[in-house]
Structure formats: C-alpha cells, structure tokens
C-alpha cells in the first residue's frame, strides 16, 4: 500500500500536466479527458493527502471548464477537509463550494469541520469556511452555525467580518429564524467606521430589501445616514437601491430622501452612482417634478453619449419614466427615434420600446408610419419585432388607440407586404377580429383583402398564408361589401392557391362558395326587379349563342361526373372552351376596375354586371375549378369542394331554363332555382360576431355530465394532431400531375410548386386571359419573384424619405382632427381578461422574523417579547451549546410541518440526545413559564407571544427624528 | 446579487466559472453555450449589456477575453462594469500583466482572487491593495505548507509508513 502511494505521488499527473496535455491534444481531447477522469477516480481514493488533493484540484477544473460530474468525489472531498495543511483545505474548499448542492448527501458530515474552521484561530481557515458556507449552506447548516456566524460579525478583523456578514445572506434565507440572533449585530455593522464592513453590510440589506422592502422601513435611519455622509460610491449606489424601494412605502421618506438624491446627482462625477441615482428618481421618485426635471437633464446628456453604454441605459432611464411622464420621451423624441437604426441591436430594441410607449391616439398613425419604414430597410429580425410591436399596441384593449380603422387596416395590408414579415399569424387574427368586430371597416377590410388575393406572388410566401386565407375568408364574409365579385372568384380560384395547405385552401373554396351564393341571388334579385318593371329582357338577344355553348360544357361535365376516366380527358379541352366566353369578360372587367372609384358607381357596374351571361361563366369558371379538387386527399377540401359542386349541379339545370323560358312562364322551376339560393343565400347572410372569453362559463353543466378536471391524458391523444405543416401543400400540384396522367406522385420543394408541363401550360393560358392578375413577366413563365422581394417593393424606403417622414413627425405636434367619429367597435366584457394577483408569500418566514426583530425590539417593545429577547440573546452569548439548543426548538415549532427537508429528523434527534439535560430550564424560559412537554402546548404558547408582534408589524414606525 | 461569472475566450472556450446560485451541471452547459452565442457574435463597438432570460448579462472583453456576469433586474450595470474591471485589475497586478496563459494554467488562483472580491454575489472588498495582501498572505502560507511536505523526513515518514 505504501508502495503505491509513494509512486502515486511522485509520477502523478499535476493540473499543470493535464492542463498541457489538453491543450496539446495529442489523443484527442474527449479520450484524453476520460483517461484522466479515470486516473483521478483513483487517486481521489489514495490515502496520502497530496495525492487526493492533486487529484480533487483536477477535478475541479474539470469540473468547472469541462462540466464534468464530479458528486462521486464528494466524500473524497469531505476527507480533504479535515487535513491540517492550509493547501489541502482551500483545494478543498474550493471544490465543496463548486459541486456541492442541498442534494448532496455527505453534507451532514461537514457540520463539525466547519464549525471548527469557523473557530480556528488562523482567519484564513475561518475565511475559507465561510467562503464555502456562503456557497452551499443548508438549512441544517444554517441551523446548526448560526451560533458561530453571531460570534463572526463581531470579529476584531475586518476580513473575517465582512464575510461573515456576507453568509449571513445565504444563512437567513435558509433558516430564517437565524434573524433573531443575528440581525441587531448585522445592524450595528452599519454604524461601523470600516467603509469595506459597511459597504457589504448594505449589501446585504439591499438584496434582503429587494425581497421584502417593508420589513426594512424602520431602519431607514440608518440608512438615511450614509447616504448623506457616505463618499464611497460602492456603498451609495446600495443604498440607493434600497431608498428606491422604501420610497414608495412611505411618502415622508421619499420626500425627506429627494433632495440628497439630488444633491448627488449635481455633484457626482462616477457614472455609476449618477446612473444610480437617475433610476431611483425615476423609478421611485417621479412625484418630485424637479428630481424628475433634473434626472431628464442628465438622461439626455446620456442619450447623446458616444458610449452606447450610457446610450442604453439612458433609453432604459427614458422608458421607466415614460407612463408617468411622457413630456421626457417626447423631449428626446428625436434621438429616440433615431436610435432605431443604430447599429446595436440591443440599442434598437430598447428605442423601438420607447418609441411604443409614445404611442397615442393622435400619433399611431404618423408613428406606424415611421416604424413600417423602418422594417422596410432592417433586418428580418428586427423587421418582425417592429411588426409585432405595432400589432401589439394597436390592437390592445380592444384596439383602443384605433380611431381610424380604415387606415388601421390598410396598414395591416401593407404590412402584410413588407418583406421578412412572419407576423402572419397575429394578422390573421387581428383581420378577422375587426372584420366582426367594426361594422363600418368592412368595404375597406373587403379592398384590402382583394387586394391581398389578387397577388399571385403573395401564395408563394408561406408565411403569408395565415394572412390570405383570412383576407379569402373575409371577401367571402362580407361579399356585398365587393366592388367586383366576380373578379374576387378568379382570385381565389387562381392556380397557384395550390401552393396552400390543405386547410387554408378550404377556406378558400368556402369563400368561393360564398361568392357564388351572392353573385346568384344578386342577378335574381336584378333579374326579378327588371322583370317587374319591364317585360323586354334585354338578356335575350344573348341567349342562344351562350345557350349552345353552355350546353357543350354542361354535357361534357355531367359526364364527367359519371365516369372519371372520360373527366381526364375532358379536363384538357375544357379550360380552352371556357377560356374563350373568359376572355370576353375579364377584359369587361378591366374596364369595370378601372371606373369603380366611387361607392355609387360601383354599385351601378355592379349591377351591370350581373348580366345572365357573366352569371353562366360563373358556374362555370367554378366548376371547373372545383371538379378536380373533389378528388384531393384532404378531407376538407373534398368536403367543400363536393358541396359547392353538388350545389352547382342542383343550381345549373334550372338556371337557362328560367332564363329561356321566363316568357313562358314556368314558374315552378324558376322558383325552386330561386328558392335554393335563397336558401343558401340567407344561410350565410348572418353575420357572425366575436365570442366572449368567458362565454363557455356562462353555459352551465346540465345533470348527469360529469366533466373531467384533468385533462393531461388529453395531450397524449391529440400530440400528434397539429396544424397543416408546410410541407403538405403540394397537394393540390400533385392532384394536378394525377389528372395528367402521372401516377407517380411528384414531392415538391417548398420554394418550387415545380409545374409539370400540363400544369405550366395551364399556367401559362391563365396568364395570358388574366394578365392583370400576374406581375409583369421578366422570368420565365410560371416563375414568381418571391412576394417578399425587397427590390420589387416601392423603392421609396431611402434613407432620405426616413429622414424626411421622421421630421415631418417630429414637426407636426398638433392634433390631427379626426373627421371621422371613431366607429363603434364590439366589446364583451370577456375582452380585458383580469390579471391575477401573483402569489406572494414566498418571503414571509424570513420577512416576518425580520419584522418581529426589527420592531419587536426597537419600537414597542412588549413586556413578553422583550423578556424573550433577553432571554435569548443571554443564551446567545453565554454559551452556544445552550443558544443552539433553543434554536432548535424555535425551529421545530415554526417549521414542524415542512415536509421539504429530509435530513432534519436525523440530526434533531441528534441535538435531543446530546442536550437533553437543562432543556426543561431553557424552555421554561423562553416561553415565560409555560414550558409543557408537549409540542402543541409550546406552540401554543409561542402564538400567544407572537401576537402583540404581529400587530405591531402592520404599522411600521419610522422613528420621528427622520421625518 | 451577481448570479454567476464566466470568463470565456474568442474561441469559445471556457477559462473560469463561478455560480453565486445554484444551477447544475447540466445548466451549467446550457447556459454557456446560449450566453457564449449571444456575447461573442456581438460586435466591438456595441453596449456591454444583453439581456438574458430574466436576468441581465454585462460582459466586457479584455484582450482575448470576456468577462460576463450575470446580474438581476434591479443592479447597476455599470458597477458590475466598475467590478469586473477591478477584477482585472487585479489579476494584472497579481500575475503582472496578465494574460489568458496565466488564467489556463492558475485557473485555482483566479478564483481564489475572485472570491477575495466577492462573496455571495456581492463585493466585499473594493481595495485593491488589499485583496492583492490577503493573495500574498495566503499564497505564502499554502507555500509554507507545501515546503513542510516535500522535505525530505516528510518523504521518508509517508514511504516508511
């Protein structure tokens, strides 16, 4: 054995050694690696001293750069400690605070050598240990060492103080009770003269002030005192922070703390405190119009910094300030705006935030302005956080900002367009939501969407699909509101809404149907006034050429119907006759577009254009786009298309027979016709509005449902469901190659919809009948600029035109008067959903000791708890084995039914066993004689004390001398 | 409070950890590699502040190096700025003009000197002059006790053991 440990010794691997086998990396940096775990696995187990602490050193380097587990060593560990060699100890130490957690188990082991090390008389030993106990106290340890943290923070060496007073942190938050000894002697730390005591002394009021400011109210005295004498900055910047909590607690204080807050802020020449005190004053102190009017001063100063450090906090400054003060924001309006082009993202962000809270009724519309042509020419990621930004803060509460909502929603529809924009999602949702919300929007909303539609190149952008499928949605909804709805139906039978998934591209149909429905009962509606009024159809002269060709189509389609190999064939001549009687009407409609300006004029055409003829193509334009679509593999699709084509199948008979044979008045038939569409029509016709959060609550459970409470096996069943990725929409492409004759289903990228020549040439025929829907062609056929293309955008988004729009907002100032009353927008009271008060009660232990110390002992002193105090603090100082003792049984009744710890029985047993002589006494005492064996009783006993206290903590006192 | 300190190189590498809360080894990595992306993609003339899930991260490079530490919400960024140059400050004088070589090979030492400067993620010791005494102290007392061990009775009472 002795052999071994020798040769260990000398030929052991050192850290130097591993660290430049590392970095030579001869082997390989994991094989080497594991090779050197193993020979530290046994040395760790060598029992010569030097060679387990050679071997924890590498571990611990391991373990800190390499993220090695090193727990298995934690007994190794615990041995090292107890070595006498300084060396040893601290390799030690540094170790157990590295890898040791509340988990590990050889923790227990480690009370007594901490201890010992806390009361040796080499300070470095004791600053080692509380070192360490600063990292990995428990509450056990907490518990078990308050006695010798107390006798620390009177220590005659400042070194060893100021750590004491460190670990008291960590110690009072794991065993609050510790609060009671320790707390007054933390407080006179203070009042030391050592700058170095009483800067980590207000450190450690600070982080425990953060937690838990009212507790700490009745020492602002103390605190109060340095702020005013001290000159150390480290010390005030803490102190500050604390002020900056107990401020808004007490107004005497804040109005007693302003003005040497602000004295500091003139005089000061460190960034840091000044930065300090600027937040306070905006944080905190906003009420005093000159600290605020000061710190604004010195904020712009920051703003206008080289240093994009100060530049930064100077806009976090700016927006902390902003709800209560605007006027501070808008002063700097001009860098803030300039900011957003910095080159620091980080700068941009927080000006793009800044620039949000400036946002008012007056302003949206000049600052969406600004920002959307700041998403023009920034990155995509940037891009979208604008996007957001503005989607968010316009639609909040009920879009309560929005006066204008026909601007509002072009700027939706602009938005759409603007290059990198991923915010599909949230318009989709914002479009729908105003479209059944605002009544009066709808003729804009129906532009913009048609808009939208009518753009090939948009389908190719799948971010965008969320967009379109509520722009198809929408025209379908609110189709009367359409200057041209037979233009709407090319837009949404267009070819390329293959490139959809497969649930979006239902939508689609749906809202083709909707067309239809409305394009028929508009030409009854037309066609029954005018048969009214006149006899002399002026219809008629068309009939019989459109009759015969009508009649071709009808025949080849019910053939179709019935035998699926002859519609294949079909499907090649059909688009060609058709295209034909097209081509006819969509150059009327290109006159139409460009005559429909005015409401009234479009009506007019409108009117015209429900001509029987128009109303025939129609049907069958839809038709042929349907049929095909009947035999997708979606369900939905198949569902929709199956019941706009069943519909046009029951329609189409009856319509040229009451076009012809009106004259001869077969009325029967007519009427049917009429009725079904009627029928149809009145079945959309209701309007659809917003739902209620809460509306589900409203419905009460019937008798005899049993609703499940826990839903988490639902999860399991509906994992797998989602919604249609991207990748699914080559179904439609697909089917295309099907009718083609291609068996062999084709995968198609995401970018390319890759045409096949049936499909391109389909393409192309679209193209050429229906040029005003397609971009004009610089690439091949069939081949979309990407809709996002930022050179195909408007080339207006210079930097001049930034500038000059920027100014012109920075100029106008006045209110723009709104010639439009704001329209009435739906609200359900489900809308402002109540945000629930967090829970707060994680800090009550140790802010209620904290409180029971503070007051209990400086304010009002009861009779009972004063008596207690005594008593405990004489034990404290008389002999730590008694203090122990009655910190132990303080800790059993506050925390007895605290399941959390593990550990605790074991070792209070423990404490019982070695300390049961005299416990009887010490009771007694503590509980003012009614001292009873059993641990109700004393828990009784301690509330009874405990009351006066917590009736006095209501109402903090600050002593009167400060206010 | 400071929650944790890194020292990672341009590279990427690791050079010291020190973690004033708890996290485990596992988010130890996790961490490291997130922060590491965000901080070393950042160019040179930009602020010394990212966010970082609810905390803050102030970083600053020196040399090869970065220095980041972690802070809460509520901390003065440029303090940790003013620690973290006095950290190197003092690395400097320890090790006189220090540079990563000397933080690779006394990677123990680093952290000894940092945990003269901090305790539970709040400075305790703003001097320098002082910290740099308590090293020295320190150091001469492991020296002493290495000594004590390598004499040669030592040797011969551990092999005759």
Redesign the interface.
């Known amino acids: 054995m002795?052999g071994f440990?020798?040769m260990d010794?000398l030929f052991q691997r050192t850290?130097?050694d591993l660290?430049k086998g590392l970095?030579l990396q001869l082997m390989g940096e994991s094989a080497f690696l594991s090779k050197a775990l193993d020979e530290i696995r046994r040395e760790a187990k060598s029992t010569?001293p030097?060679t387990k602490s050679a071997a924890l050193?590498k571990l611990?380097?391991l373990?800190?750069?390499?993220?090695?587990?090193m727990s298995f060593a934690a007994f190794h560990v615990v041995e090292l400690l107890s070595s006498t060699?300084?060396?040893?100890k601290?390799?030690a130490y540094?170790a157990a605070s590295?890898s040791f957690?509340?988990s590990t188990p050889v923790l227990v082991l480690i009370t007594n050598q901490l201890r010992k090390d806390l009361t040796s008389t080499n300070e470095?030993e004791v600053s080692l240990a509380?070192?360490c106990l600063?990292?990995i106290a428990t509450v056990d340890l907490a518990r078990d060492l308050t006695p010798e943290i107390f006798t620390l923070l009177a220590s005659s060496k400042v070194?060893v103080r100021?750590?004491a007073i460190?670990?008291v942190?960590?110690v009072f938050d794991r065993y609050p009770d510790s609060v009671r000894v320790c707390f007054k002697r933390l407080v006179e730390n203070l009042e030391t003269s050592d700058s170095?005591v009483v800067?980590?002394a207000v450190?450690?009021f600070c982080?425990l002030a953060?937690r838990d400011p009212t507790s700490y109210l009745p020492l602002a005295p103390e605190f109060y005192k340095i702020l005013v004498d001290s000159k150390?900055n480290?010390v005030l910047?803490k102190v500050l922070?604390i002020f900056a909590k107990l401020a808004p607690l007490e107004p005497r204080l804040a109005k007693r703390v302003v003005e040497p807050v602000c004295e500091h802020i003139r005089r000061t020449g460190a960034?840091?405190l000044l930065?300090?005190c600027i937040?306070t004053v905006v944080s905190s102190l906003s009420d005093y119009e000159h600290a605020v009017k000061l710190a604004v001063v010195k904020i712009r100063e920051m703003l206008v910094d080289d240093d994009?450090?100060l530049?930064?906090?100077g806009l976090q400054a700016l927006s902390v300030v902003a709800p209560k003060h605007l006027w501070a924001v808008l002063e700097n309006k001009e860098v803030v705006i300039k900011s957003l082009s910095d080159?620091?993202?980080?700068?941009k962000l927080e000006s793009l935030r800044l620039v949000m809270a400036m946002v008012s009724e007056s302003n949206v519309a000049e600052i969406s302005r600004v920002l959307v042509n700041y998403a023009l020419k920034s990155d995509p990621e940037f891009c979208n956080l604008i996007l957001g930004s503005i989607l968010s803060t316009c639609c909040r509460n009920v879009y309560e900002i929005i006066i204008d909502f026909d601007w509002y929603v072009s700027l939706l529809g602009e938005m759409s367009r603007i290059p990198h924009c991923q915010k599909g999602e949230e318009i989709e949702k914002q479009l729908i939501d105003i479209g059944m919300r605002v009544k009066d929007v709808r003729p804009e909303l129906v532009r913009v969407s048609r808009d939208l539609l009518i753009d090939p190149a948009l389908l190719g952008n799948p971010f965008l699909h969320r967009i379109l499928s509520a722009a198809a949605w929408l025209s379908g909804e609110y189709v009367e509101f359409s200057v041209n709805p037979f233009e709407l139906m090319e837009a949404l039978l267009q070819p390329r809404t293959s490139l959809l998934p497969p649930l979006l591209k239902a939508i689609y149909i749906q809202s083709a149907f909707k067309v239809l429905i409305f394009c028929l009962n508009s030409y009854l509606l037309l066609r029954g006034d005018a048969a009214s009024s006149s006899y002399s159809d002026k219809l008629v002269p068309d009939v019989p050429g459109l009759f015969s060709e009508r009649d071709s189509v009808g025949c080849s389609d019910l053939a179709s119907c019935d035998a699926p190999v002859e519609a294949e064939l079909d499907e090649g001549f059909n688009p060609r006759d058709l295209n034909q009687s097209f081509g006819g009407l969509s150059v009327e409609y290109g006159g139409e577009e460009t005559s429909t300006c005015g409401q009234a004029s479009a009506s007019a055409s409108l009117k015209d254009s429900f001509t029987h003829e128009s109303i025939t193509n129609l049907l069958n334009r839809v038709e042929l786009a349907v049929v095909p679509l009947t035999r997708s593999y979606d369900v939905e699709i198949v569902e929709r298309a199956r019941n706009v084509h069943c519909f046009i199948e029951l329609i189409k008979p009856q319509m040229p027979d009451c076009l012809v044979q009106k004259e001869e008045s077969s009325d029967t038939e007519e009427a049917e016709a009429s009725k079904i569409i009627k029928l149809m029509h009145d079945a959309f016709s209701n309007d659809l509005g917003p739902i209620s959060v809460s509306a589900q609550e409203r419905v009460s459970v019937p008798d005899g449902l049993v609703l499940v409470e826990n839903l988490e096996d639902l999860e399991t069943i509906c994992g797998d469901v989602q919604l249609p990725s991207l990748n699914s929409f080559s179904h439609g492409s697909s089917h295309f190659e099907e009718m083609a004759g291609v068996s062999i289903p084709i995968f198609q990228s995401k970018e390319e919809p890759g045409p096949s020549n049936e499909c391109t040439s389909l393409l192309a025929e679209h193209r050429k009948q229906h040029g005003l829907y397609y971009l004009p062609s610089e690439k091949k056929d069939g081949d979309y600029p990407p809709a996002n293309d930022p050179q195909l955008q408007a080339n207006s988004n210079d930097d001049e035109d930034l500038a000059k729009l920027t100014e012109q907002l920075l100029v106008s100032k006045k209110k723009p008067n709104h010639a439009k009353p704001r329209p009435v927008v739906v609200k359900l009271d489900g809308d402002q959903v109540p945000i629930a008060a967090g829970p707060h009660s994680q800090e009550d232990l140790l802010s209620g000791t904290v409180r029971d110390v503070l007051l209990g002992s400086e304010t009002k002193p009861t009779t009972r708890s004063s008596t207690k105090r005594k008593g405990k603090e004489k034990l404290n100082v008389d002999s730590t084995t008694e203090s122990k003792e009655n910190l132990g049984d303080v800790e059993k009744q506050d925390q007895g039914n605290s399941s959390t710890r593990k550990s605790k029985p074991h070792t209070h047993s423990k404490g019982r066993r070695h300390r049961s002589p005299g416990k009887k006494g010490d009771e007694g005492e503590e509980n003012c004689q009614k001292a009873k064996p059993k641990s109700s009783g004393r828990h009784k006993a301690r509330q009874r004390a405990d009351a006066p206290l917590n009736v006095v903590s209501q109402t903090p006192v600050i002593p009167d001398f400060l206010l | 409070m400071i929650q944790f300190v890194l020292l990672i190189s341009r590279q990427g590498k690791v050079r010291l950890t020190k973690w004033y809360s708890p996290y485990t080894q596992k988010e130890r990595t996790k961490v490291l590699r997130e922060l590491s992306g965000v901080i070393l993609a950042r160019g040179p003339k930009l602020c010394n502040f990212v966010e970082w899930r609810e905390y803050k991260v102030v970083y600053k490079r020196y040399a090869s190096l970065y220095f980041c530490m972690c802070i809460d919400q509520d901390d003065n960024e440029l303090e940790v700025l003013e620690i973290i140059h006095h950290f190197v400050e003092i690395l400097d004088r320890y090790f006189g003009s220090v540079c990563e070589l000397d933080l690779i090979f006394n990677f123990h030492k680093a952290y000894y000197i940092l945990d003269e400067l901090l305790i539970a993620g709040e400075l305790q010791e703003s001097s320098k002059k002082t910290v740099a005494r308590l090293i020295a102290a320190q150091d001469s007392l492991v020296e002493t006790a290495k000594e004590q061990a390598s004499s040669i009775s030592n040797m011969i009472a551990q092999a005759t053991k």
């Open positions: 002795a440990s020798v010794t850290l130097d660290i970095r010569d030097d050193l611990t380097y373990s800190s750069l390499h993220f090695y587990d060699r300084f060396s040893h601290k390799i540094h590295h957690d509340d470095f509380l070192e600063s990292r070194f100021k750590k460190g670990v942190l960590r170095q800067s980590v450190g450690v982080e953060l150390n480290w910047i922070k960034k840091s930065f300090e937040r994009p450090n530049k930064y906090l080159v620091d993202p980080n700068i």
